[in-house]
């Protein structure tokens, strides 16, 4: 499935330079990395929230974890909860996961940890289970007019290395 040309007129329109990346199906941002060989910190995790009334497209490194406490503080909401995939699905009208980062095509605010910034270069999800986007994480907040905080925290999660099976030759 390629990317949907909602996006690739969303990017377009606003003169982005991306680079669009097929790949096989996943469904994480771990898998995303594990798949395209990439460093975590070069991959942005997307999670939408409901504060207060209001859905907020959250975007972080896939090197980090959400801190609601520190989102809630920076969103200045009184309630802060991430909304389950099945509310996702219902509201934004999309496979259950399958969210771009994109958050005006959703009519919705993008929040954007600082800590994206320390990477020049982000793979975003554009929708589906099998395509993405590569582009400057700077040109992402621009397209975006993201708010900016620091609201998340290191997971410590580290790619497992591939190693492959030594096979023994028959004589």
């Given at each position: 499935?390629?990317?949907?040309?909602?996006?690739?007129?969303?990017?377009?329109?606003?003169?982005?330079?991306?680079?669009?990346?097929?790949?096989?199906?996943?469904?994480?941002?771990?898998?995303?990395?594990?798949?395209?060989?990439?460093?975590?910190?070069?991959?942005?995790?997307?999670?939408?929230?409901?504060?207060?009334?209001?859905?907020?497209?959250?975007?972080?490194?896939?090197?980090?974890?959400?801190?609601l406490k520190k989102l809630k503080?920076?969103?200045?909401?009184?309630?802060?909860?991430?909304?389950?995939?099945?509310?996702?699905?219902?509201?934004?009208?999309?496979?259950?996961?399958?969210?771009?980062?994109?958050?005006?095509?959703?009519?919705?605010?993008?929040?954007?940890?600082?800590?994206?910034?320390?990477a020049k270069e982000a793979v975003?999800?554009?929708?589906?289970?099998?395509?993405?986007?590569?582009?400057?994480?700077?040109?992402?907040?621009?397209?975006?007019?993201?708010?900016?905080?620091?609201?998340?925290?290191?997971?410590?999660?580290?790619?497992?290395?591939?190693?492959?099976?030594?096979?023994?030759?028959?004589?």
């Amino acid at each position: 499935m390629p990317i949907p040309k909602k996006v690739v007129g969303y990017l377009k329109k606003a003169k982005i330079k991306f680079e669009g990346i097929g790949h096989k199906t996943v469904y994480t941002a771990y898998d995303l990395a594990q798949t395209l060989k990439k460093d975590l910190k070069d991959i942005a995790k997307t999670l939408i929230v409901k504060a207060d009334s209001a859905y907020k497209l959250v975007v972080v490194p896939a090197t980090s974890r959400l801190d609601l406490k520190k989102l809630k503080k920076v969103l200045g909401a009184k309630s802060l909860s991430i909304i389950d995939e099945k509310t996702m699905a219902k509201v934004f009208k999309v496979k259950p996961g399958a969210i771009s980062a994109f958050g005006a095509l959703h009519k919705v605010g993008t929040v954007v940890d600082k800590s994206l910034l320390k990477a020049k270069e982000a793979v975003f999800q554009v929708g589906t289970f099998t395509d993405s986007v590569k582009m400057k994480v700077k040109d992402f907040i621009g397209l975006e007019n993201a708010q900016l905080g620091d609201f998340s925290q290191k997971a410590g999660y580290t790619l497992q290395k591939i190693t492959k099976k030594k096979t023994k030759k028959k004589k």
